[in-house]
């Protein structure tokens, strides 16, 4: 089925260790996005990605790490861990809008999420 | 920068009364788009509703309802005859025109319907 998925669902690691998280879409979507959502902050977004092999900083880069060398996939990695990269991690994707004579900016469509404990 | 206030963190109704959830944002931009999603207990991140800085229509559908006023910049949410699975967190985000789509969210409003 068409969709966007991430894997896996749950992870342990400990301090200090890379950890990679992935995140696959079916749907060609241009853009893709990883938000971090913590208790008190919402969802902040980490890294985003307007096609394949561009990639930019959102609002809490530091840490991670993005590479999108294809289209569909937008793996996360975190380089060293640490405990306050403890979060619920989602990706995201949306359609680049283009009307007859004009642009708009579509919907995020969400993946299940990632839930990630750093002990 | 775009930012996003959602003030109550935590509402609590009685099953079928209505409840309203607030969203203020701040931009600099002519154009641009507003947003809500829902996240039930099970953590998904559903769409409900994006609309765009000229269409200051309000919608209706079924029992939700959006009203966006532009002069107080205010895209408020108004759930009707509230049901228990109407529990779950509500965000509302914001996307400018010229930021690839990106969403600034709010953090959110907890909405926990007692039946």
């Known amino acids: 089925d068409a969709g966007i998925t991430q894997s896996p669902r749950y992870k342990i690691t400990e301090t200090g260790r890379q950890v990679t998280l992935m995140c696959h879409q079916t749907?060609?979507?241009?853009?893709m996005f990883w938000y971090r959502q913590d208790l008190g902050h919402g969802l902040r977004l980490i890294y985003y990605s307007a096609a394949a092999d561009i990639t930019d900083k959102g609002e809490v880069p530091d840490g991670y790490v993005v590479s999108r060398s294809k289209t569909e996939n937008f793996p996360l990695t975190l380089e060293s861990a640490t405990r306050s990269q403890t979060s619920v991690y989602f990706c995201a994707s949306s359609e680049f809008g283009q009307g007859s004579s004009y642009s708009y900016n579509s919907p995020l469509h969400f993946g299940n999420g990632t839930r990630l404990t750093v002990t | 920068a775009q930012k996003v206030t959602q003030a109550q963190t935590e509402i609590s109704v009685v099953e079928k009364e209505d409840v309203t959830l607030d969203c203020v944002y701040e931009t600099r931009d002519t154009t641009y788009y507003l947003f809500w999603y829902k996240q039930p207990p099970s953590g998904e991140l559903v769409f409900l509703i994006r609309r765009n800085s000229f269409d200051e229509q309000n919608e209706i559908s079924g029992r939700y309802s959006w009203n966006f006023q532009k002069s107080t910049s205010s895209f408020n949410f108004t759930i009707t005859a509230s049901q228990v699975v109407d529990s779950a967190v509500y965000f509302c985000?914001?996307?400018?025109?010229?930021?690839?789509?990106?969403?600034?969210f709010g953090k959110g409003n907890q909405v926990v319907v007692i039946p």
């Open positions: 985000a914001l996307s400018e025109a010229e930021g690839n789509n990106r969403l600034a």
């Open positions: 749907w060609s979507h241009s853009y």
